[in-house]
T-cell receptor, first 115, second 118 residues
């Protein structure tokens, strides 16, 4: 069964500090991996998408890494800001076909930035 | 429109009532998805439409859940005889492409409808 596990479940850090969120997956065949940011009361918004051949991708202060061999991804947030407080969801696609269940969602990491 | 919109944003229902949740996808998007998101959890797939055709409803938890997209644009998720366990945020997402195409999995999410069943 395809699974996506995220850690930690929740995280509290001080404003200005860096943090790294983890995503481990057992999805096959692998197509791509996305990180979403979900603010409270809002729908998820895509931050990055990575395919098999990509190791690192940045979007401003967000940097995602992918190790397709170990089936691990991380999302690193640099110089955190209060607006980074949100849930971060890792989503792995098992291919461009096969229906919507080709997407496997993690449960998310709930990040709180304290001033 | 500029994005996916959903209405109402909040719905409180008494147990046993029927509810209808609306989704307006991005104009021109072929694919439309419904998800259920419990508190502190990731979204769980409910059903998928390609234009007006409901191609996948494997995630619907019971026959009390029904979805339609009669003209291939606006979609409605209906829950009959609501139960307390139906309390969740219901997310709608749309994507430009057909199943199997390159933009199929690039989903844009709406803000969700928070359903509370008392």
């Amino acid at each position: 069964k395809n699974q996506v596990e995220q850690s930690p479940q929740s995280l509290i850090i001080l404003e200005g500090k860096n943090c790294t969120l983890q995503c481990n997956y057992t999805v096959s065949p692998f197509s791509n991996l996305r990180w979403y940011k979900q603010d409270t009361g809002r729908g998820p918004v895509s931050l990055t998408i990575m395919t098999f051949s990509e190791n690192t991708k940045s979007n401003g202060r967000y940097t995602a890494t992918l190790d397709a061999d170990t089936k691990q991804s991380s999302l690193h947030i640099t110089a955190s800001q209060l607006s980074d407080s949100a849930s971060y969801i890792c989503v792995v696609s098992a291919g461009s076909g096969g229906g919507a269940d080709g997407l496997t969602f993690g449960k998310g990491t709930h990040l709180i930035i304290q001033p | 429109g500029a994005g996916v919109s959903q209405s109402p944003r909040y719905k409180v229902a008494k147990r046993g009532q029927d509810v209808a949740l609306r989704c307006d996808p991005i104009s021109g998007h072929v694919s439309l998805f419904w998800y259920q998101q419990a508190l502190g959890q990731g979204p769980e797939f409910l059903t998928y439409f390609q234009n007006e055709a409901q191609l996948d409803k494997s995630g619907l938890p019971s026959d009390r859940f029904f979805a339609e997209r009669p003209e291939g644009s606006v979609s409605t998720l209906k829950i009959q005889r609501t139960q307390q366990e139906d309390s969740a945020v219901y997310l709608c997402a749309s994507s430009l492409g057909f199943r199997g195409g390159p933009s199929y999995n690039e989903q844009f999410f709406g803000p969700g409808t928070r359903l509370t069943v008392l």
